[in-house]
């Protein structure tokens, strides 16, 4: 019985040490095994490494775009807002 599990524990290892090269290999083959696995309920051989770092990654990343859309907001609403004074200045001025 040692034997199975010490087994089954060297073939855990295999698979989450496969699943560290396929990151570095095949990212998109990474995903699609790593979500199969997840689906399934097999959290255990999970590569948790490489995944927490994506889902940092991506975190990250949806929280850039996010601030570059507001400064683009605000840069837009900046530009109508001088426009609009500068309209008025001109439209006194014809007077």
Partial sequence: MIDNKS????QKSMQV????QL????FVLWIERTTEQIRRGEIKNLDWEHLLTEIEDLGREQRNQVESYLI????HL?????????R?????ASE
């Fill in 72 to 75: 683009q907001t605000v840069k």
């Fill in 23 to 26: 990151y570095d290999q095949d």
């Fill in 7 to 10: 087994a089954a524990q060297s």
């Fill in 78 to 86: 900046l530009m109508y807002q001088y426009w609009l004074t500068e």
């Fill in 88 to 92: 008025e200045h001109l439209i006194y």
């Fill in 17 to 20: 040490e496969e699943l560290k």
